[in-house]
């Protein structure tokens, strides 16, 4: 710590990281070096500092942050601000609250957005009022921080602020919407995401409708999947994926069935986010049917995610192809949750699957899967015992020996047999 | 704060921003850079007050201000770092070859010169002395332009101050001969700098490159290291679409356009090597 000090106060270049340092090791020494920085000149030192001190939580920070909030230099208010809205601090309340008039819009703007914080009955209406009477910045700071204050008021002042004149206000207040999931304001999103000349607004306005469902919801989204614009067609598909219901599922499929490579790969990673039985299904026909390598290793990544038994098998199933065998097994590998699903395919007809599942529990490198590997051992197919018995030599296990020591003697192949044997005897050497 | 760089929030943002500014800019940043690309825009998200770098994407994506902000881009991806005298092996066969032949021929007019990526001007003002030496500059024969996609350093090109470890390979007797010091470094002489127009000028856009994409030579060096092949060849294609016949292309020395183009053809003159339009 005194060093990541020194480095502080003499490093400017390196005073972000170390800042950042200091705030993971959260050691009271730095606490006044950290506060020299409160008001440096760049953005993002500052705010390094900010984060650093609020980790510490020094108990002298309290007293401190009043005197603060009051300095002649707006940028140190502003971290004031930052600080004392972290804590909640309710004897620098009055303080924050004279910030949220500062006659600097960044420190206005700061109060504003740290009000929430403050456990206190005047903090909706300064919203209101900044809502209505300030600059756009921190009118979008208000529309921000009524994200915090769930309620009818604050729904109400946030759908009226998405007919804002600034696109800012009216992206925050539609992302507002959305976190706090206001299911009487989705009409309004979707005359948004509709009309709303600023396609930013009308990104995080599809997002907000998909955060928030409902049966308006699906019937706006869909069309926008073939949007012009891929980061509304994207912000959309995700959008239906949230939505998980039944409507959701068509529009993605048939995107899948599109020649635009973009919206396909929307279109898997939306399936993968939203689950289930039938969207992992679509994945696996991607998987399986599409002639472009990186769209089928995206679609098994996404069937990985999914992470239920379902996904489990239908990665276990393409396996059984020799061109999606190396991206399946290597995302089986980190199911170490599903060594039973596992297990049981080394009952599989198909023998590039057993081999597979064979590599795959190999790689593991479980005591679980080692045990389930044992089955391997009595496979039917002669290379997939084979397969086993060098599984088990590369893990260096002892598990096995009782059961290489009958596949040693009693194994109907000779090379098997050979195998076994061999490993048993550098098994005993070492 | 703004998201922490781990997290998925700002994994999205960022993967967006650096296909952005792939597309704006040229610039490349491999999945191993995302990091450093996280450490020179952190600030600018910051000082605009976004808490994510998703909204910044979306600031330099689809605001009506969203080319004032690409200014700023451009200011904290360029990259610095030159001297006087680089690579001047070009330079020479610049002067002592190519620039003979060209205002020798009885129909050229104006011969223009284009530093196409010159940082703060240590190119140019290399290609002006090493004119000045030969007793070419005062000819009137000959055009320097200087250009650069950051507005930051073409402040400073326009300066013309520099430090001392920009004159590290200046031949001796050079920076006394044309250079002032002051506090803060050596100043260029203003009859050195007012041989050379300076200007902003993005090297992905039509627009900016269509002025000066016409000249006989063009000094392209030390940028296309960090382009993708892509935007190399949107940048090769745009030169070879408007330089004249014969035209040279200097590029440095670890950049090629083997896979790139067939209408340049690398050759080696006067010891340098050089691509030629012919």
Known sequence: ?430 | MIYGRDSSVASKGLALLRDLIHEQTGILFDDESLDSLFDKVESLAADRGFDSILDYYYLLRYDVSAAEEWRRVFDVLSVRETYFWRESGQIRTLVDNLLPQALSRGNEGRVRIWSAACATGEEPLTIAMALNEAGLLESGRIEIYATDGSPQSITGARAGLYRERAFRAMPPGMRDKYFTQEPGGWRALPSLRRHVQWGVANLMSCTDVAPFAGSRFIFCRNVFIYFSTRSVRKVVDLLSERMPRPGYLFLGAAESLVKVTSTFQLQEIGGAFVYVKD
């Open chain 1, 1 to 430: 710590v005194p060093a990541l000090i020194e480095a502080l106060e003499n490093e400017d270049s390196l005073a972000a990281p170390v800042a950042h340092a200091l705030a993971k090791i959260g050691d009271r020494r730095a606490f006044e070096a950290l506060l020299k920085f409160i008001g440096h000149p760049a953005a993002n030192v500052r705010r390094a500092a900010v984060a650093a001190i609020n980790s510490l939580g020094h108990p002298e920070m309290a007293q401190r942050a009043s005197t603060l909030l009051a300095d002649p230099d707006p940028l140190i208010r502003e971290s004031a601000v930052r600080i004392a809205g972290y804590f909640g601090y309710s004897a620098a309340a009055d303080a924050v609250f004279q910030c949220c008039d500062d006659s600097v819009e960044a420190v206005r703007r700061t109060a504003i957005e740290h009000l929430p914080y403050l456990e206190d009955a005047r903090v909706l209406p300064r919203l209101k009022r900044a809502l209505e009477e300030d600059t756009p910045a921190t009118r979008a700071a208000a529309a921000h921080a009524l994200s915090y204050m769930d309620g009818e008021e604050s729904t109400g002042l946030l759908i009226h602020a998405l007919q804002d004149d600034d696109s800012w206000v009216r992206f925050h207040a539609a992302r507002s919407l959305g976190r706090l999931k206001s299911e009487e304001s989705v009409e309004a999103l979707a005359e948004v995401v509709n009309t709303d000349p600023a396609d930013h607004t009308r990104i995080t306005a599809a997002t907000a409708i998909g955060e928030i469902g409902g049966p308006l919801a699906a019937k706006t989204l869909q069309p926008l999947v073939l949007h012009e614009n891929y980061d509304l067609a994207h912000s959309a598909s995700m959008a239906l994926a949230l939505l998980g219901c039944s409507e959701a599922l068509p529009p993605l499929v048939n995107l899948l069935r599109t020649g635009d490579a973009k919206r396909k790969l929307y279109a898997v990673r939306a399936l993968g986010a939203m689950g289930g039985k039938r969207a992992v299904e679509a994945l696996e026909w991607v998987a399986a049917t599409d002639e472009n390598p990186h769209l089928s290793q995206e679609a098994i990544e996404q069937i990985a995610q999914v992470g239920t038994s379902i996904s489990t098998s239908a990665l276990i199933r393409l396996t059984a192809d020799r061109r999606l065998r190396d991206a399946s097994i290597n995302t089986l590998t980190r199911k170490v949750g599903s060594i039973e699903t596992i297990g049981k395919a080394l009952r599989e007809s198909n023998i590039h699957v057993r081999k597979a599942m064979v590599d795959v529990l190999a790689r593991m490198k479980h005591p679980e899967a080692s045990t389930v590997l044992l089955t391997a051992l009595d496979d039917e197919d002669a290379s997939i015992r084979l397969s086993a018995v060098s599984a088990f030599g590369r893990l260096g296990s002892h598990r096995a020996d009782r059961k290489l020591v009958e596949v040693a003697h009693r194994d109907t192949d000779p090379v098997v047999k050979e195998a076994a044997r061999t490993l048993l005897l550098r098994s005993r050497a070492s």
